[in-house]
């Protein structure tokens, strides 16, 4: 049950794009499409942003989007805001029924 | 809408147990898998246990497999987690969290912190 890989931070300007990675194996990430991404602010609990690889829960901006290629899913965040800056996790479902969380990667919006 | 409000958290000894509690609301928590999510103070999330919606499946990590137990009573909207031999890599805000209908996290609660020491 290693945790899958994300980067440890990204950055980008306010109204610039982002991308964070989330790689796994071919037993979570490349196995299902229950990839999911969640945002965390500073002493507050996670928050869905999305699921199935692709999907956003209602009320969540269209800004963010998800996606997958094989063992490697991907969160892109566009037109970057002041208030996106957080901690990004990604998690998938297992082959044994568990789930896995990424290493988590924590976004700076300059 | 959705509540989840977990109890039973405190200060251990290495060594002694706990039980954690999560009161669940807002939904129909009989048809519901239910997990137990830790974050240790400045780290990431780490994925505890799952227990499917009637209890009849459970999955744990390796981490606390054969310490820690997952249950739930239905008839309280209660979710527990019972945790033995704790240890001091055990500290951590614990989150009560639910599925959506696809194995997926959609709502966790605002955690318990437990610390073994």
């Known amino acids: 049950q290693s945790a899958l890989t994300q980067p440890a931070s990204v950055s980008g300007s306010p109204g610039q794009s982002i991308t964070i990675s989330c790689t796994g194996t071919?037993?979570?990430?490349?196995?299902?499409?229950?990839v999911s991404w969640y945002q965390q602010h500073p002493g507050k609990a996670p928050k869905l942003m999305i699921y199935d690889v692709s999907n956003r829960p209602s009320g969540v901006s269209n800004r963010f989007s998800g996606s997958k290629s094989g063992n490697t899913a991907s969160l892109t965040i566009s037109g970057l805001q002041a208030e996106d800056e957080a901690d990004y996790y990604c998690t998938s479902y297992t082959s044994s029924s568990t789930r896995v969380f990424g290493t988590g990667t924590k976004v700076t919006v300059l | 809408q959705v509540q989840l409000v977990e109890s039973g958290g405190g200060v251990v000894q290495p060594g002694r147990s706990l039980r954690l509690s999560c009161a669940a609301s807002g939904f129909t928590f009989s048809r519901t898998g239910m997990h137990w999510v830790r974050q240790a103070p400045g780290k990431g999330l780490e994925w505890v246990a799952v227990?499917?919606?009637?209890?009849?499946?459970?999955y744990y990590a390796d981490s606390v497999k054969g310490r820690f137990t997952i249950s739930r009573d239905n008839s309280k909207n209660t979710l527990y987690l019972q945790m033995n031999s704790l240890r001091g890599e055990d500290t951590a805000v614990y989150y009560c969290?639910?599925?959506?209908?696809?194995?997926?996290?959609?709502?966790w609660g605002q955690g318990t912190l437990v610390t073994v020491s």
């Open positions: 969290a639910k599925d959506r209908t696809s194995p997926t996290i959609d709502y």
């Open positions: 071919s037993s979570d990430v490349g196995a299902y499409n229950y």
């Open positions: 227990i499917s919606y009637d209890g009849s499946d459970k």
